[in-house]
């Protein structure tokens, strides 16, 4: 199938904000389609509106796609066969073209402007990729508010070109196979196959991604939040998440499979699996997504996900050991839907000031405390250094509390108050192992335990 042939896609963004969601959507698009065809992916910048554009933009943007995992084999910083990759440096060959085409009587000056004029009683048909066939008749190609035909402009009075005429140079220039775009662009492929026919050029193939939309069931927009992939970073989504995440808007490997890395989406992928039914941009689903990724993360990345929120939290990771501070996220088993979470809910493995902010041993009735002071001691004199893991511990205590008739519970619930400050861990006796007997030993003091 001619569809299938080695890609070559571009992403043109205009560098005029950050990346944002919709436009991260089409980015990872297709790049999946270059990956998965062995083709090419290029990163256009569309920076044709002088007020707006600038480096810095085109910087985020570069950052926002690294950031992703999405990289690209063409652009403006790597050069590659078929550049400029950024519209300003092409100024010559839109107004060459625009003249070529004033020459042969399909456009027209009109002041310093140039108009494409829309031709009459021809058919525009092209087979979308997602959206399927569409037909319009040439004069329903550009229209006026009324219902005229309106034509096209190509070159504005400032001497700049339009987007929907530049982008039939740069596809052209580029040996662009398929564009692959957000839906909002369907209205303009008709004009510009039109400009394409003008030139005597073939069209690239088409393929049109469904609207994203917010829980609100209205188009995605800033009003639903967080816009740039940036932000979802600082909340503590992982890249691996919101690239799973985005894939899924629109597309599925099958299988009921929702969980897959950049690997399984790239061997998957099939540009006519992508549904033109809207999608919801979901936030319980992107946390339920980066929950399970961050369970299946290989710890040494969870760490590194994790450490820049902890030092954030101004938590002392550098006084730790990488080993101990992968087992103690290990240990969260799960816990946190978040990065941010993650780091948050662990912070006892790190600082013992953490725990003493929020548990003040208040709650524990004086005879009870006598009790557990009988308990602790025990387990400090009995149980020596390298006696202090956790199946031996949860042994020591079982037995203790068999003896004395106290139940298991009313240990651990002290225990892990004091230890983790929190009412919800991973088993405390696995804590008590991480954290080792001194440190143990330190906080039982500190809450009057031991
Ligand atoms: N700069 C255009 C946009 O961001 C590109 C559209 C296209 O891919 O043709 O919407």
């Not at 938590?315 to 799960?334: I, Q």
Request: aromatic residues 10%; negative net charge.
């Amino acid at each position: 199938m001619e569809l299938n042939q080695k890609a070559r896609v571009r992403f043109a963004p205009s560098p005029t904000g950050a990346l944002h969601i919709g436009g991260a959507h089409t980015a990872l698009f297709n790049w999946l389609w270059a990956r998965h065809t062995g083709g090419t992916f290029i990163l256009r910048i569309e920076d044709t509106d002088r007020e707006r554009s600038t480096a810095e933009y085109e910087q985020t943007i570069m950052d926002g796609l690294r950031w992703m995992g999405l990289d690209w084999d063409e652009g403006p910083d790597k050069g590659g066969p078929r550049g400029p990759y950024r519209q300003t440096e092409r100024m010559d060959d839109y107004i060459n073209i625009a003249n070529s085409l004033v020459d042969a009587g399909k456009a027209y000056r009109d002041g310093d402007a140039v108009f494409f004029r829309v031709p009459r009683g021809e058919q525009v048909a092209f087979e979308d990729a997602i959206y399927g066939a569409i037909n319009v008749a040439s004069e329903k190609a550009s229209v006026n508010t009324d219902g005229s035909v309106k034509d096209i402009v190509m070159i504005k009075s400032d001497g700049m070109p339009t987007y929907n005429y530049a982008v039939v140079i740069d596809d052209h220039a580029m040996d662009i196979t398929t564009v692959i775009r957000g839906e909002d662009h369907i209205a303009n492929t008709p004009k510009q196959i039109l400009i394409y026919r003008a030139l005597g050029w073939t069209p690239p193939h088409f393929a049109h991604l469904p609207m994203i939309l917010g829980s609100d069931k209205k188009k995605l927009s800033k009003r639903h939040g967080a816009t740039s992939v940036f932000e979802y970073n600082d909340m503590g989504y992982l890249p691996e998440s919101v690239f799973n995440f985005l894939a899924l808007l629109g597309w599925t490997p099958g299988d009921d499979l929702e969980i897959f890395d950049r690997e399984l989406a790239v061997g998957k992928f099939e540009l006519s699996k992508v549904t033109r039914k809207p999608a919801v941009f979901d936030m319980k689903k992107l946390d339920y997504v980066n929950q399970e990724h961050l369970k299946s993360m290989r710890p040494d990345d969870r760490l590194k996900a994790i450490e820049p929120f902890w030092r954030d939290m101004k938590l002392p990771v550098d006084k730790y050991p990488a080993k101990y501070l992968e087992e103690s996220l290990t240990l969260m088993g799960g816990r946190g839907k978040t990065t941010k979470e993650l780091a948050e809910f662990s912070d006892y493995f790190l600082d013992f000031d953490a725990v003493k902010s929020r548990y003040t041993a208040e709650d524990i009735t004086p005879e009870r405390r006598a009790a557990l002071k009988k308990f602790f001691a025990s387990a400090l004199d009995r149980l020596q250094p390298e006696e202090w893991r956790a199946p031996r511990l949860e042994e020591f205590a079982r037995e203790w509390c068999e003896t004395g008739g106290a139940s298991l519970k009313e240990i651990a619930m002290p225990m892990r108050f004091a230890l983790s400050g929190r009412k919800v861990s991973p088993g405390v006796f696995e804590i008590a192992e991480l954290l080792g007997r001194e440190e143990c030993k330190t906080r039982l003091k500190h809450f009057d335990f031991a």
